[in-house]
């Protein structure tokens, strides 16, 4: 029984072949938004910061917390010059159930196969699911930070005032 025990404690900690990292690249990706359109980070470069605000699952207390903290102060992040979404493993169509509930202004991107939550390090062992992590990509396409200390209810005043601290431009 000991055995089954530390190899079931050993599959849980599963070290990622590669951890993203402040200053690595990040990982290009294509995914659907909740807005019909395909988002590809690499259209970003050179134009703007992106920030991916990976969450578990829609409609959950935790989630709906975020979703709302963004929908309702995102004019704060809106001052700088920055493309900002939430991202899950959830189907695009659940995500756009619940970004019209929450009445999210910006795009909720979907990655129902979890291949980019697994290349931003965010996915779960086992589940296909997002840890709440919220990812900071600079205009020239680097990881500038990892916040996996996320707190819902301010996830917006957050995510404005680490954009400052980073010295993201603002909107002239």
């Known amino acids: 029984m000991r055995k089954l025990f530390l190899l079931l404690a050993m599959v849980a900690i599963v070290v990622p072949a590669y951890a993203l ?3 690595d690249k990040a ?11 395909t988002y590809t980070l690499s259209d970003f470069n050179g134009k703007q910061a992106v920030v991916i605000a990976w969450y578990p699952k829609a409609f959950t207390k935790g989630c709906t917390i975020e979703c709302k903290s963004l929908a309702e102060n995102g004019h704060l992040i809106r001052e700088y010059d920055v493309t900002y979404f939430m991202a899950s493993t959830d189907e695009v169509e659940d995500n756009t ?10 795009p909720l991107l979907s990655d129902p196969s979890g291949e980019v939550a697994e290349a931003y390090d965010v996915k779960m062992p086992v ?6 992590v919220t990812i ?20 917006a005043q957050d995510m ?8 993201v431009a603002k909107k002239g």
Request: charged residues 35%.
């Open 160 to 167: 404005a005032s680490t954009l400052g601290e980073l010295g």
């Open 21 to 23: 990292e402040v200053g």
């Open 136 to 155: 900071y990509i600079g205009k020239d396409g680097t990881v500038l930070k990892i916040d996996r200390d996320i707190k819902p209810a301010t996830s």
């Open 97 to 106: 159930k619940f970004a019209e509930e929450q009445k999210a202004d910006f």
């Open 27 to 37: 990982p290009d990706f294509s995914l659907q938004g909740t807005d019909g359109k």
């Open 127 to 132: 589940l296909n699911m997002a840890k709440r």
